[in-house]
């Protein structure tokens, strides 16, 4: 439990090792990418063309910061980790270490399904951060979150609850951007505002067991974290092969309940509905896994090596703890007829 004695020593610890990380992109570039209702919105200069982007922001190679973020050191040699949504493609990336040191990052890989992403700066001997374990969480247990909130007000330390564990929420990085389901998520009241996005979230001992993600708009003390187990998967991976690799199942569908059985007069009330979103999409992806072992459009997926699918554990949450190479066998419902199909999972590109 945490009292003002234990959050300052778990503080100054911590501290040392989150950093900020500053994205900037070619003025050109930039206001190329501005759709026309953002253009519309921002002042002109007087020739009234071009974008009045203020002067302090552009330096001296005509590169204006366009956003940023919050990461912490996992790596003494300078490995950063922060969401992905704060590093876009692009754009170049500075980061701001604590003790006011700047570097250049280079993206070493991003997560294909998590809002997570990895830089190396060229740095050596740095303060890192403990990672912990998300997975011994218990609602209820203290948490700090500490980032650049808002981009302007850096090391903000905030202080809560865990409120929730496993949540699901669908998230967009921006307007443009498309929308993300997340799974897996912890909740906190700790305040989490945008610019603490990358930055940590610790436990009582100063271990970092999230990664400041999401919060929710119009909604008051709630905010979301990225377990830290996805993190620690992704470092191994990177280690041992260069990049994150995800399993590849190859399927599009529906996950059924009750209220869908009703409407669609399906013969179980779970499982998932092999299908694609749109008339032009297939339900099986052409040349993946499920495809090759046989996988056909409308079966029925009840269970994932002996787990029933619902909405509380889908197709993606039973892939989750699962590698590239592992053959997984599905209980499949095609028509009136139930089958066993085993697939062999490959890597998702």
């Not at 199942?249 to 529906?254: A, E, K, P, T």
């Not at 992806?285 to 029925?300: K, L, T």
């Amino acid at each position: 439990m945490f009292g003002e004695r234990r959050t300052v020593k778990v503080v100054k610890r911590v501290m040392p090792a989150v950093v900020t990380i500053v994205v900037t992109e070619k003025l050109a570039d930039f206001e190329k990418s501005l759709t026309p209702e953002m253009m519309a919105e921002l002042p002109k200069r007087k020739d009234g063309k071009t974008l009045a982007i203020p002067d302090e922001l552009i330096d001296s190679r005509g590169m204006v910061q366009v956003g940023g973020g919050s990461g912490f050191v996992v790596e003494p040699n300078g490995v950063v980790v922060t969401n992905k949504h704060v590093v876009s493609e692009g754009a170049e990336y500075t980061v701001l270490t604590d003790d006011g040191r700047k570097f250049q990052a280079e993206i070493l890989t991003r997560d294909p399904l998590n809002d997570v992403a990895i830089l190396k700066i060229d740095a050596k001997n740095l303060p890192c951060l403990i990672l912990g374990d998300a997975t011994t969480l218990e609602l209820g247990e203290d948490v700090i979150a500490i980032g650049n909130a808002l981009g302007i007000f850096k090391n903000t330390v905030s202080r809560g609850i865990v409120s929730g564990l496993s949540r699901s929420i669908t998230a967009q990085s921006d307007p443009n951007a498309p929308a993300q389901e997340m799974r897996g998520l912890i909740q906190t009241d700790a305040a989490i505002n945008p610019g603490n996005s990358g930055g940590p979230l610790v436990d009582s001992q100063g271990f970092v067991i999230g990664i400041n993600a999401a919060i929710v708009s119009g909604a008051h003390s709630i905010g979301f974290a990225i377990p830290i187990n996805t993190v620690k998967r992704d470092l191994h991976d990177l280690r041992q092969f260069g990049h994150i690799r995800r399993p590849l199942l190859g399927l599009r569908y529906v996950i059924i309940d009750e209220r869908l059985q009703e409407k669609t007069n399906l013969p179980v009330d779970y499982g998932a509905l092999v299908m694609g979103e749109t008339l032009h999409d297939k339900g099986v992806i052409p040349g993946s896994p499920a495809y090759e072992a046989g996988v056909a459009e409308r079966d029925i997926v009840l269970t994932i090596d002996g787990q029933k699918i619902t909405r509380d554990h889908t197709i993606q949450d039973a892939l989750e703890n699962l590698a590239v190479g592992d053959t997984i066998e599905l209980a499949v419902l095609r028509k009136i007829k139930k089958l066993t199909i085993k697939v062999k999972l490959a890597e998702r590109k």
